[in-house]
């Protein structure tokens, strides 16, 4: 059994399972992309450490929640998604763009063998996205059909600024 509460500042899910309590939470609104809304999830249970081996520090807050670094989401169904780490977003003039979902969306293509989607400073902006593929044998590099499959599925302003083919990632 999942519940996801909505009520203050954090999206909250617990499930019992095995007679163990497990939940998370995350602060909302990290992220946004095709209407879902990514947070900083934050885990807490009997299985979650206090502390790292031989760390002078608690790896959890006063309330024994965990930072686990990765983003995350809760569908309407309020099932839980890991859609990839916080550490990797790009900021970009004040918002932030998730690398791993464009990566999802553009390794999808048949063209594409590997995809990478990085930062790249930007004097106007801070940062930019630029796209990095490496291309099946026999497949030419088409920009405008690697864009287009991001269209509808991101905010305009994640596309990226460049795409470039690489022989091998």
């Known amino acids: 059994v999942v519940q996801k509460d909505t009520q203050g500042p954090y999206a909250e899910a617990s499930s019992l399972k095995d007679d163990v309590v497990r939940s998370v939470r995350g602060m909302p609104g990290v992220a946004q992309a095709a209407n879902v809304t990514y947070f900083t999830m934050q885990v807490r249970g009997a299985s979650v450490v206090d502390r790292y081996y031989l760390a002078s520090e608690d790896a959890v807050d006063a309330d024994g929640w965990?930072?686990?670094g990765d983003l995350a989401s809760f569908d309407e169904a309020g099932h839980l998604s890991i859609r990839g780490r916080a550490k990797d977003l790009i900021k970009s003039g004040g918002e932030w763009i998730n690398p791993a979902e464009m990566e999802d969306i553009v390794g999808r293509h048949p063209a594409v063998r590997q995809v990478a989607v990085v930062a790249r400073p930007d004097a106007k902006w801070g940062?930019?996205?630029?796209?990095?593929?490496?291309?099946?044998?026999?497949?030419?590099?088409?920009?405008?059909?690697l864009l287009n499959c991001l269209h509808d599925k991101v905010a305009k302003w994640w596309l990226p600024d460049a795409v470039f083919a690489l022989d091998a990632m």
């Open 66 to 68: 965990f930072d686990t």
């Open 127 to 145: 940062e930019r996205p630029v796209l990095f593929v490496e291309l099946h044998a026999g497949h030419a590099l088409d920009v405008n059909a």
